[in-house]
Every structure is written in C-alpha cells, then in structure tokens.
Nanobody
Framework: QVQLVESGGGLVQAGGSLRLSCAVS????????MGWFRQAPGKERESVAA????????YYADSVRGRFTISRDNARNLMYLQMNSLKPEDTANYYC?????????????????????WGQGTQVTVSS
C-alpha cells in the first residue's frame, strides 16, 4: 500500500515562506510523476505544481508561478514545495499525489484525475 505523508504546513504572515515535504513509502518512487494540489474552504481542489519522475519538467499553476518551486529527491523518496512570497489566498490544505502509472507524464501535468494516491494534507494558513 502506497503511503504519502505531507508535512511542513503552518501559520505564516503574508510575504513569508514555507517548505512543504511529501514522504512516499514506495520503492519505485523514482518512476512516478508527482504533484501538489490544494483545497481552500468552500472551493474545489486545484493543481499547484507537478514534476516528472526525473525532474526534467515542472508544471506550475499561473497563480503560483514565480513564487513556488517544486523539487524531489528520488534517493530519499521525498518531494518538496518551496513557497515564497506567500499571500492570504494561498491559504488551503495542501496535498501531494502520485501519478497513476510509472514512466508516464500526466497530460496535462496538473490534471488531478491522472493521480492515484493522495496524502492526508497539511494546512497552510497565510495571515494578512
């Protein structure tokens, strides 16, 4: 059973930074594309960023491009989301997810229907 565990969320003032981590319990982690998604209260879940298995390509939602950076460490089965210049509208529960199939890049990369396993989420709250 694949498990994904997010950490690193918290309360931060606008303009601040946080780094989220996603730990994945799977030997073949390095063969799967991964993504970050978020859901704010009363809103639908939306894509934030995604990364291919080899880190050769990254995707960012328009709302976070230039402020957030996605990365991964395949040797440690970890994925990260560095979030800078945070805004109150970034407040949400952030989830990491693994693509459905190995050696496959979801098209488009932010399509959450192409991700199969999800973590429980970590809350990010940005105060104004």
């Amino acid at each position: 059973q694949v498990q994904l565990v997010e950490s690193g969320g918290g309360l931060v003032q606008a303009g601040g930074s946080l780094r989220l981590s996603c730990a994945v319990s799977e030997r073949t982690f390095s063969t799967y594309a991964m993504g970050w998604f978020r859901q704010a209260p009363g809103k639908e879940r939306e894509s934030v960023a995604a990364i291919t298995a080899s880190s050769s390509k990254q995707y960012y939602a328009d709302s976070v491009r230039g402020r957030f950076t996605i990365s991964r460490d395949n040797a440690r089965n970890l994925m990260y989301l560095q979030m800078n210049s945070l805004k109150p509208e970034d407040t949400a529960n952030y989830y990491c997810a693994r693509a459905k199939m190995p050696f496959y890049t979801p098209q488009p990369m932010g399509d959450m229907k192409q991700y199969a396993y999800w973590g429980q989420g970590t809350q990010v709250t940005v105060s104004s």
